[in-house]
Protein backbone atom coordinates (compact mmCIF):
# COMPACT_ATOMS: atom_id res chain seq x y z
CA UNK A 1 0.00 0.00 0.00
CA UNK A 2 1.42 2.92 -0.97
CA UNK A 3 0.56 6.91 -0.39
CA UNK A 4 -0.60 9.32 -3.05
CA UNK A 5 -0.90 12.84 -1.87
CA UNK A 6 -3.60 15.69 -4.10
CA UNK A 7 -5.24 18.76 -4.11
CA UNK A 8 -9.33 18.08 -4.05
CA UNK A 9 -11.18 19.94 -6.68
CA UNK A 10 -13.53 22.19 -5.05
CA UNK A 11 -15.44 25.22 -5.86
CA UNK A 12 -14.69 26.67 -2.42
CA UNK A 13 -12.07 29.33 -1.72
CA UNK A 14 -9.61 26.45 -0.48
CA UNK A 15 -7.97 23.92 -1.55
CA UNK A 16 -7.08 21.20 1.39
CA UNK A 17 -4.48 18.73 1.07
CA UNK A 18 -5.54 15.02 1.21
CA UNK A 19 -3.53 11.69 1.32
CA UNK A 20 -5.01 8.76 1.01
CA UNK A 21 -3.87 5.09 1.37
CA UNK A 22 -4.75 3.55 -2.28
CA UNK A 23 -5.93 -0.26 -1.95
CA UNK A 24 -6.07 -2.18 -5.28
CA UNK A 25 -8.44 -0.20 -6.89
CA UNK A 26 -6.47 -0.72 -10.54
CA UNK A 27 -9.60 -1.43 -12.54
CA UNK A 28 -11.76 1.14 -11.93
CA UNK A 29 -9.92 4.40 -10.77
CA UNK A 30 -11.36 6.68 -12.78
CA UNK A 31 -14.86 5.71 -12.13
CA UNK A 32 -14.37 5.86 -8.37
CA UNK A 33 -12.74 9.69 -8.60
CA UNK A 34 -15.39 10.86 -11.10
CA UNK A 35 -18.32 9.71 -8.40
CA UNK A 36 -16.17 11.58 -6.02
CA UNK A 37 -15.99 14.55 -8.02
CA UNK A 38 -19.47 14.41 -8.79
CA UNK A 39 -21.03 13.91 -5.27
CA UNK A 40 -18.58 16.92 -4.19
CA UNK A 41 -20.63 18.91 -7.13
CA UNK A 42 -23.96 17.89 -5.85
CA UNK A 43 -22.83 18.97 -2.18
CA UNK A 44 -21.78 22.16 -3.73
CA UNK A 45 -25.12 22.85 -5.55
CA UNK A 46 -27.03 21.96 -2.99
CA UNK A 47 -25.56 24.32 -0.34
CA UNK A 48 -25.35 26.99 -3.45
CA UNK A 49 -29.60 26.52 -3.72
CA UNK A 50 -30.08 26.62 0.18
CA UNK A 51 -28.27 29.96 0.66
CA UNK A 52 -30.18 31.47 -2.71
CA UNK A 53 -33.51 30.24 -1.19
CA UNK A 54 -32.44 31.76 2.15
CA UNK A 55 -31.45 35.05 0.27
CA UNK A 56 -34.81 35.03 -1.48
CA UNK A 57 -36.78 34.51 0.88
CA UNK A 58 -35.30 37.17 3.19
CA UNK A 59 -35.86 39.83 0.35
CA UNK A 60 -39.62 38.82 -0.13
CA UNK A 61 -39.91 39.12 3.23
CA UNK A 62 -37.99 42.87 3.60
CA UNK A 63 -40.51 43.59 0.46
CA UNK A 64 -44.02 42.58 1.95
CA UNK A 65 -43.26 44.89 5.34
Do not use: H, W
Amino acid sequence: MKNIEYKVASSSCCTPQVTLNTIETVKYPQAITAAGTGCMAALDSERFLEAESAFIKSVTDLANV
